[in-house]
Each structure stands twice: as C-alpha cells, then as structure tokens.
C-alpha cells in the first residue's frame, strides 16, 4: 500500500527496527508452543524447573511483544504527526484560490476525520502485521511436524482467508463512498452552525435544510456504515468459524486418516488456537488500515502545494516608489467572468478608493493587487521592474489587509514577525476608542467577543501594527456608526498617510469621495479612474453610479 511505502521511506531504520522486535515476539510465541509440546506433552518433564522455565518464557513473550507493538504505534504516531504537520504547512503555502475552490469543509474533513483514520490504523497496525509474522512462522513450525497435515490445512487456511478479503473488500467499497459523503455531511454541519440565526428566524427553511440535505446525506452514511459494518463482522465470523473448523479437521487427519499421532494433532490444535486471536485480529484490522488508505488517497487529491518544511524570509522593498499593474488579467475556472485587462499605476502614499456594484470584480483585483491571486496574464511591476513569479511573498510583504470576511488572531506581530511596537498599538488604540474595551497581555489579545464594528476595528489595529506600506480596506467602514465612521476618513485615513501609508480603499461612502487622491471605479471586470465631471457625479450619488 501506498501508505505504508510512505512509512517505509521515512522511517526506514525504524521500521526494520520493529519488524525485527515483532520477529523475535512472532519466534518466541512459536517457541513457547514447542516448549509444551517437547516438555508437556509428547515427554512430560517432571523437574522442578519446567514451571520457572515456562512462567519465564511467558513473561518474555509479553515483554517482547508489548514492546514490538508499543514500538510499531510509536511509530506510526511520529508518522500521522509528521502527516499532520506537512499538510497545515501545505496549506498555509497553496495559493489562497485554490483553497478557496475547495472549501473549508473538504479541508477540515481532511485534517480531522482523514487524519483520524489513519490515526486509528497505526494504532491497529500491530495487530495485523503480528498476525500475518505469527501465521507465516507457525505455519513453518507445523510443517516440522506434519507436511501433509499443513498442505491440507494451509489449503483450508487459504479459502478462509480469500473468503475474508472478499468480504473485507466489500468494507473498502463502502468505506470509499463513505468518505465522500463526510464531505456532504461536513458541509451541512457547516450550513447549520454558520446560518444559525436566519435558520432561527425562518424555521420554514432550517426545516428544508434539515429535512431535503442534512436527513438524506445521514441516511446515506448510515446506509453504507451498516453495509461495511455488516462485511467486516461477516469477515471476523468467517475467519472465527473457519478456525474452528481447521481444529476439527486437524483430528480427524490424525485420528481418522492416520496421519499423525494425537501429540501431534494436539499441538497443531493449540497452534491453530495460539494463532485464532491474533488472525482475527489482523482481520479485524485490515478494513481500518483500507479505510486511512482511502483517507491518504482523500488528502493527495487535495493537490496542495508540494511540502516545503521552511519559511523562506521575504524580500522587503523599503524604497519603492510605483506600483504598476500591466494588462493584468484573471478569470475564474468555473465561470466565464473575468477581470482585465487591469493598468493601474499606484504611486507612494497615495490614498485611493475604489467603487463598484455587486459582482464587477473589485474583490477579484484586491486579490490581485495584495498577490493573493496569480494573473493568468500581465505584469506585476514595482519601480518598472516586473515581480519575480517565483517569489510572490517578497511582493505581498508590501500588504496589510483588512478584507470583509474578516479573521481575528489573538497576537499582535510587528514586522519580522516580532512583537508589536507598544507606543504604536497604544497610540491606535485610542484612536480606535478601543483603550478600555481590548484586553492585553504580553501583545496577545485576550477577549474577542466583539461586536462586528469592533472587529472591525481590532483587524485594522492588526494590520497597522504590522508597520507594512500598502493596507487595503475592504468596505472598512460599513459596519461603524456613523460617527465613528466619519472619524475614519476624516481623521484615520489622513492619519495613516502622515505615516507613510498608501492606502487602497474601497468604499460606497459617496459623502467621502472628495477625501481621496483618487477614485476608481470597477465596471463589468474593467477599472477605470473618475476624473472631473464623472467624479463629481460618483461623489454625489455613488449608488447611482454603481447601479
């Protein structure tokens, strides 16, 4: 499997490691057998030491196995924290649209229900790799003892372990449709939770949801768990009868054929029972470790950024003085709209806002102007040198944000990545009106149960504090009070320009237009400048403008 080849490569001398410990346990179970029949059945040994001798060998097998599986589980626990790990940093290093096209709840499906599954097959990998070291040393230990015997019963061993993958693969068929109906279950939870309130208010739908997604996509999953829960318990009764029935075949092949003398069926019957409870186990075992195959075929799906163990520092451009988009162009995969040809020339400490109505493109070019989305076409330059398509975060080290969809982080990061500036989150602060409503300790922020202007508010205390030269605004002020948000652009905004800051605003707020070194507008994916007459109008009415 391609899981354990995975292992293989990178735990190498680990592996062989606890391989050779399940070895040893796999000889000494084998030896143990070989002791009662040497010393307790075909000769029984009279001395005092044959008890000591037998109680040692137990204690030893226990130790060594314990110790084999303890180790095999280790391993696979460094292994799914290691998994765990390269996937967030793949994450965190995948271009943002990508992530966007497949979701939050394909995303966290992956890092919590495939990551637990194979979480859970490490934990059972003991089981089945002692049962497959046990069964094939047992069946070496029996044919010292019987060849004819052991061909016919590795024949009845053979049908009832072809009989057990055949039901076990019926459990991989539904565990695979399984996982793809997490997804579906996954992204219901998440219609509930994040459309509580207008699900609360309008009951009429919470019970269409309910009734039309949620209650088919749960009778979907009950139906195939049952499917793959019914094969798996058929498997384990299967291999349980069949073991069984190859004790009773062993005595009548010794008693009835006259192939060996009872000693001998004796100890293929103890064999045959030593070996039901780890077989059954390694059975038990085997749907788990098909299902984290189907899990880590799930998470390569992902086709995520290649796993880059590094931060790689990012070029600051301290001196830049333009910043100019050159027949930029982007569409979207799923859709034929697209926005560009953009040629936009944005020069040091410029204040600009931009206007648009719904679906026009203005957050498709804030992503494009922070570097959060590659063009498919056009240039990015900076002082006339065109941005290395390689590097893009030396690019977006220029960029502080605040987008609508806003993130909160509870720690305040100057730049580098370093503790913010004290002087500059208290001077913020009081311009925010936020001195006695924020707590902080040490820079981290200790209540963010805010109201949505507040948020608001703290996001922009964020991205000052990273001291970076551009920040974009994402309709910052729809959600302040009317005073506040005169404040913002009467006060803040010029406040951010006496610190250097160029500012990319966009904005609706027509009564603040005149505040603005310059006004764009989006149109149907094409950006132009407002001059004269035409910004006039906008500045008199921006909602007839965008409609």
């Given at each position: 499997?391609?899981?354990?080849?995975?292992?293989?490569?990178?735990?190498?001398?680990?592996?062989?490691?606890?391989?050779?410990?399940?070895?040893?346990?796999?000889?000494?179970?084998?030896?143990?057998?070989?002791?009662?029949?040497?010393?307790?059945?075909e000769?029984?040994?009279?001395?005092?030491?044959?008890?000591?001798?037998?109680?040692?060998?137990?204690?030893?097998?226990?130790?060594?196995?314990?110790?084999?599986?303890?180790?095999?589980?280790?391993?696979?626990?460094?292994?799914?924290?290691?998994?765990?790990?390269?996937?967030?940093?793949?994450?965190?290093?995948?271009h943002?649209?990508?992530?966007?096209?497949?979701?939050?709840?394909?995303?966290?499906?992956?890092?919590?229900?495939d990551?637990?599954?194979?979480?859970?097959?490490?934990?059972?990998?003991?089981?089945?790799?002692?049962?497959?070291?046990?069964?094939?040393?047992?069946?070496?230990?029996?044919?010292?003892?019987?060849?004819?015997?052991?061909?016919?019963?590795?024949?009845?061993?053979?049908?009832t372990?072809?009989?057990?993958?055949?039901?076990?693969?019926?459990?991989?068929?539904?565990?695979?449709?399984?996982?793809?109906?997490?997804?579906?279950?996954?992204?219901?939870?998440?219609?509930?939770?994040?459309?509580r309130?207008?699900?609360?208010?309008?009951?009429?739908?919470?019970?269409?949801?309910?009734?039309?997604?949620?209650?088919?996509?749960?009778?979907?999953?009950?139906?195939?768990?049952?499917?793959?829960?019914?094969?798996?318990?058929?498997?384990v009764?299967?291999?349980?009868?069949?073991?069984?029935?190859?004790?009773?075949l062993?005595?009548?092949?010794?008693?009835?054929?006259?192939?060996?003398?009872?000693?001998?069926?004796?100890?293929?019957?103890?064999?045959?029972?030593?070996?039901?409870?780890?077989?059954?186990s390694?059975?038990?075992?085997?749907?788990?470790?098909?299902?984290?195959?189907?899990?880590?075929?799930?998470?390569?799906k992902?086709?995520?950024?290649?796993y880059?163990?590094?931060?790689?520092?990012?070029?600051?451009?301290?001196?830049?003085?333009?910043?100019?988009?050159?027949?930029?162009?982007?569409?979207?995969?799923d859709?034929?709209?697209?926005?560009?040809?953009?040629?936009?020339?944005?020069?040091?400490?410029?204040?600009?806002?931009?206007?648009?109505?719904?679906?026009?493109?203005?957050?498709?070019?804030?992503?494009l102007?922070?570097?959060?989305?590659?063009?498919?076409?056009?240039?990015?330059?900076?002082?006339?040198?065109?941005?290395?398509?390689?590097?893009?975060?030396?690019?977006?080290k220029?960029?502080?944000?605040?987008?609508?969809?806003?993130?909160?982080?509870?720690?305040?990061?100057?730049?580098?990545?370093?503790?913010?500036?004290?002087?500059?989150?208290?001077?913020?602060?009081?311009?925010?009106k936020m001195?006695?409503?924020?707590?902080l300790?040490?820079?981290?922020?200790?209540?963010?149960?805010?109201?949505?202007?507040?948020?608001?508010?703290?996001?922009?205390?964020?991205?000052?504090?990273?001291e970076?030269?551009?920040?974009?605004?994402?309709?910052?002020?729809?959600?302040?009070?009317?005073?506040?948000?005169?404040?913002f652009?009467?006060?803040?905004?010029?406040?951010?320009?006496?610190?250097?800051?160029?500012?990319?605003?966009?904005?609706?707020?027509?009564?603040?237009?005149?505040?603005?070194?310059?006004?764009?507008?989006?149109?149907?994916?094409?950006?132009?400048?407002?001059?004269?007459?035409?910004?006039?109008?906008?500045s008199?009415?921006?909602?007839?403008?965008?409609?």
């Amino acid at each position: 499997m391609e899981l354990l080849i995975l292992v293989w490569r990178q735990y190498r001398w680990p592996f062989i490691s606890v391989m050779a410990l399940s070895l040893a346990s796999a000889a000494l179970g084998i030896g143990l057998i070989a002791f009662i029949n040497q010393r307790l059945i075909e000769t029984v040994d009279t001395t005092v030491m044959v008890l000591p001798e037998f109680l040692g060998l137990l204690l030893l097998l226990m130790v060594v196995t314990l110790g084999s599986q303890l180790a095999l589980t280790t391993l696979g626990h460094h292994f799914v924290y290691r998994l765990r790990s390269e996937f967030i940093k793949r994450i965190l290093d995948t271009h943002v649209e990508r992530i966007e096209q497949l979701g939050s709840a394909s995303l966290l499906a992956g890092l919590t229900s495939d990551i637990r599954n194979i979480t859970i097959a490490f934990v059972r990998l003991p089981e089945l790799v002692q049962g497959i070291i046990l069964t094939v040393g047992s069946a070496a230990y029996l044919a010292m003892l019987s060849t004819k015997m052991l061909l016919v019963t590795a024949i009845w061993m053979a049908v009832t372990i072809w009989g057990g993958f055949v039901l076990v693969a019926r459990v991989y068929q539904h565990m695979a449709t399984l996982r793809e109906t997490e997804d579906k279950l996954y992204n219901d939870y998440q219609t509930v939770l994040e459309g509580r309130k207008e699900l609360t208010l309008n009951r009429e739908r919470a019970e269409q949801i309910f009734q039309q997604c949620y209650i088919p996509d749960a009778k979907e999953y009950r139906h195939h768990i049952i499917r793959a829960d019914t094969f798996h318990l058929s498997a384990v009764n299967w291999s349980n009868i069949m073991m069984l029935g190859a004790i009773g075949l062993v005595f009548w092949m010794a008693n009835s054929l006259g192939w060996a003398d009872t000693n001998v069926a004796a100890t293929y019957s103890l064999t045959l029972l030593f070996l039901r409870t780890p077989l059954l186990s390694a059975v038990g075992a085997l749907p788990t470790l098909l299902t984290a195959q189907v899990a880590f075929n799930k998470l390569n799906k992902f086709a995520l950024a290649p796993y880059k163990p590094d931060f790689p520092q990012p070029k600051a451009f301290p001196d830049w003085k333009t910043l100019e988009l050159r027949n930029v162009v982007f569409h979207y995969q799923d859709n034929a709209f697209s926005v560009g040809p953009i040629n936009l020339t944005i020069h040091r400490g410029e204040l600009l806002f931009l206007i648009s109505g719904n679906g026009s493109g203005k957050s498709t070019l804030a992503m494009l102007l922070t570097g959060l989305y590659q063009p498919q076409s056009g240039t990015i330059l900076l002082d006339g040198q065109p941005i290395a398509a390689g590097q893009p975060e030396d690019y977006r080290k220029l960029f502080s944000a605040v987008f609508t969809d806003v993130w909160l982080f509870d720690r305040l990061l100057g730049p580098q990545g370093k503790p913010a500036n004290p002087a500059l989150v208290e001077k913020w602060l009081e311009h925010l009106k936020m001195t006695h409503k924020l707590e902080l300790n040490d820079g981290r922020i200790l209540n963010l149960k805010l109201s949505k202007g507040q948020k608001k508010r703290i996001a922009l205390l964020l991205a000052l504090a990273e001291e970076r030269d551009i920040i974009l605004l994402d309709e910052w002020a729809a959600d302040q009070d009317p005073h506040f948000r005169r404040e913002f652009y009467q006060v803040l905004l010029p406040l951010m320009q006496e610190m250097g800051k160029t500012i990319f605003a966009i904005s609706h707020d027509d009564h603040y237009f005149i505040h603005a070194d310059r006004l764009l507008e989006m149109r149907n994916g094409q950006l132009t400048e407002l001059t004269g007459d035409e910004r006039d109008a906008a500045s008199r009415d921006a909602v007839a403008r965008t409609a």
